[in-house]
């Protein structure tokens, strides 16, 4: 069989590997400064997703509601836009950015989120809050397509739209960040600040990560400002580090104001990363400092030291966010793993002509299986009743389940982690990320070997 991609057979889903559109122009929100959401839908639509964020960062996060109701879903809504808009203007005097999202119940019945955005924009904007700053995006997210990886790509692409305003050249490159951690952004950032590079961080979110003050608790936001999304025009080049999540916005400033784009790889792993800062020094014509490749040379040095002795020929299954889940089968793959089974898990049908799939279909000669539109029962099917043998398994959470009944040691890595703390810390892109991710694998092996009690020759060393 060797390397071979195919849909899912089953037309419906069980337990699924993410959630809805909405959930991702919510997260894209979040790392903006002076910005709240109005979701317009139920009040689930806002209040399990804040969930989903505060269990993963364990922080709290602002997002408002339209509360729709039956009453709404038959004879229209877009009243309580009008009235979520005022309240949340009058309750929150320094918010500037308020993207209106759509919702599946909201784009089922018609809803003008448009149209409504023009009418406040000439009544209550101009006569009850003049002279105050205030945007009104409306982005569309429909949760009967896609999944919250969309749903991000189609918000960046909407906020970077909306603000990106042509100027002076400036000097700095935009760097779009997909769906990660604030400890990636660090780990980012750390590499810009190395080479001397100031960029437009989309987003900026390192205060995810909030601290706990003496002069009361802090609402988590992210630092990206208007006038960074505004100079996104101007900047010498973008990149894009996922594909899937970025990937619309930074077309769209190529297309717009001609600013080159470079998309992908995302910098997991030694070979990704080396290429990221390749992409860097040549957009900016900045070195690759010797710090660097220090860092490298230390990532290098502890994988070495894993690799062929306790990696090798380990089978490995991936899933969750499509750019990470392929990033780290990469990774694997130049550990001198076997990734067995790929999820990739919405209805995006361009995952099959991905050129790292592609890649790995010319490449990989061990047996397997790169399933789109996938669910978690994809994973539990194959190790109940195909008789799949792992060796480990990479995800999020929703798969805890999975690794339990079935014996197979489990990282996680991914969102949402709910089930071990303080994981959105530690970065998985970057040198800093690729020696974090190897080690983790690897203690997760030695545990596993002690509580099945097996010897040390399992893993190879005695």
Known sequence: MACEVKPKTRSGI???????????????SI??????????????????VRLLFSQHFKESFELAST?????????????????AVDVLLMRYPNVKVVPIISTCATEVIGDDIDGVVRKLNEGLLKEKFAGREVHLIPIHTPSFVGSMISGYDVAVKEFVSFFAKKGEPSKKINLITGWVNPGDVTSLKHILSLMDIEANVLFEIENFDSPLMPDGNTVSHGDTTIADLQDTANAVGTIALNRYEGGKAAEYLKKEFEVPAIIGPSPIG????DTFLKHLSDMTGKPIPEALVKERGIALDAITDLTHMFFADKRV??????????????????LEMQPVLLLLGDDNVNYAKDPRVLYMQEHVWHDMEIVTNADLWDLEDRLKNQDLKLDLILGHSKGRFISIDYGVPMVRVGFPVYDRAGMYRHPVMGYHGAMHLAEAMANVLFTDMEYKKNKEWILNVW
């Open 31 to 48: 790392g903006i400064r002076e910005c709240i959401g109005i979701v317009h839908g139920g009040q689930g639509c806002v209040m399990f």
């Open 14 to 28: 069980i337990n699924p590997l993410f959630t809805c559109q909405p959930c991702g122009a919510q997260y894209a």
């Open 67 to 83: 509360s729709l109701h039956e009453d709404g879903a038959v004879f229209g809504a877009l009243n309580r836009v009008e009235e």
């Open 270 to 273: 030694i070979r990704n990363t």
């Open 317 to 334: 299954a991936i899933y969750g966010n499509p750019d990470l889940a392929i990033g780290l089968a990469e990774f694997c793959l130049d």
